[in-house]
């Protein structure tokens, strides 16, 4: 069965409608939803897990490290003051963020388009991030100044918020 858009003079097919309830159906999908619903404030996307960096985006939740199709150049310079940097992430990017409270933050260009930054986690505050999605759990890299409040567990997916000293 197929139905015609009439504002965009396209045709979709039933599966495609389909296709979207088992995104919108997710339980991890609906918990980020009822977040974002209450709470604009901003999403970050953790661990090697790139198929899912763009995931809160489609539920209105700001994503600091969804695909950047323009740099934020203010955003990086936060916490980055060296120049060399810049060549890495001033660039359209697939952003993979790794937690750490070992080291200080570091940006490495993995490829052309995809970005990988070794957050220090006492950055997280000076990107202002409230929520975090991962498939990790992050309970040990808390600090006296960085806590992370467990909001959901289901199925691989942790939702953290980001709780500040």
Same mark, same amino acid.
């Given at each position: 069965?197929?139905?015609?858009?009439?504002?965009? &003079?396209? *045709?979709? %097919?039933?599966?495609?409608? %389909?296709?979207? %309830?088992?995104?919108?159906?997710?339980?991890?999908?609906?918990?980020?939803?009822? +977040?974002? &619903?209450?709470?604009? $404030?901003?999403?970050?996307?953790?661990?090697?897990?790139? =198929?899912? +960096?763009?995931?809160?985006?489609? *539920?209105?939740?700001?994503?600091?490290?969804?695909?950047?199709?323009?740099?934020?150049?203010?955003?990086w310079?936060? +916490?980055?003051?060296?120049?060399?940097?810049?060549? +890495?992430?001033?660039?359209?990017?697939?952003?993979?963020?790794?937690?750490? &409270?070992?080291?200080?933050?570091?940006? %490495?260009?993995?490829?052309a388009?995809?970005?990988?930054?070794? /957050?220090?986690?006492?950055?997280?505050?000076?990107?202002?991030?409230?929520?975090?999605?991962?498939?990790?759990? /992050?309970?040990?890299?808390?600090? =006296? &100044?960085?806590?992370f /409040?467990?909001?959901?567990? =289901?199925?691989?997916?942790?939702?953290?918020?980001? $709780?500040?000293?």
């Open positions: 069965m197929y139905f015609h858009n009439y504002a965009t &003079d396209r *045709f979709y %097919s039933k599966s495609n409608i %389909s296709w979207c %309830s088992s995104i919108y159906a997710n339980p991890v999908g609906q918990k980020i939803a009822s +977040i974002a &619903d209450q709470d604009k $404030e901003l999403w970050l996307v953790e661990g090697n897990t790139r =198929e899912i +960096i763009n995931y809160p985006i489609m *539920f209105g939740a700001p994503t600091i490290n969804s695909v950047n199709v323009y740099p934020d150049l203010e955003r310079r936060k +916490i980055s003051s060296d120049t060399a940097d810049i060549k +890495i992430y001033n660039r359209y990017a697939h952003i993979v963020v790794n937690l750490t &409270d070992r080291e200080n933050t570091t940006f %490495s260009l993995k490829f388009d995809l970005m990988e930054i070794k /957050l220090n986690l006492h950055d997280l505050k000076s990107l202002q991030v409230k929520y975090i999605l991962t498939r990790n759990e /992050l309970s040990h890299l808390q600090s =006296e &100044d960085v806590h /409040l467990e909001l959901f567990n =289901e199925n691989g997916f942790y939702i953290y918020k980001v $709780e500040y000293s």
